[in-house]
């Protein structure tokens, strides 16, 4: 079994910052992808960055330049800096991995950190 576990979520105003931080634990052989995708009221589930085990990134358009996903593979963690924070960017923000369990790949997700830009 694998457990994703973020922290880091929170109340930011505009224009503010907030990190977040998502480990992987259990067993498995190790981690091919990690990202971030988030979830605001009434609407579905959003990618808003991934990396690969190689450092390879991809941003959702509204995260490009504001959003900075990076990876600790040696802690098998992800990370997700928000800068320049808008109220559209409340959500809640779910950690995604996939894993390579030496037989198959699996996907996970964590259990959503909240993340609320107002002021």
């Known amino acids: 079994q694998v457990h994703l576990v973020e922290s880091g979520g929170g109340l930011a105003q505009p224009g503010g910052s907030l990190r977040l931080s998502c480990a992987a634990s259990g067993r498995f052989f190790e981690i091919n992808n990690m990202g971030w995708y988030r979830q605001a009221p009434g609407k579905e589930r959003e990618l808003v960055a991934t990396?690969?085990?190689?450092?390879?990134?991809n941003y959702a358009d509204f995260a490009e330049g504001r959003f900075t996903i990076s990876n600790d593979n040696a802690k098998n963690t992800v990370y997700l800096q928000m800068d320049s924070l808008k109220p559209e960017d409340t959500a809640v923000y779910y950690c995604?991995?996939?894993?390579?369990?030496?037989?198959?790949?699996?996907?996970?997700w964590g259990q959503g950190t909240q993340v609320t830009v107002s002021s």
């Open positions: 990396i690969t085990k190689r450092g390879r990134t």
């Open positions: 995604n991995a996939d894993v390579n369990l030496a037989m198959s790949n699996q996907d996970y």
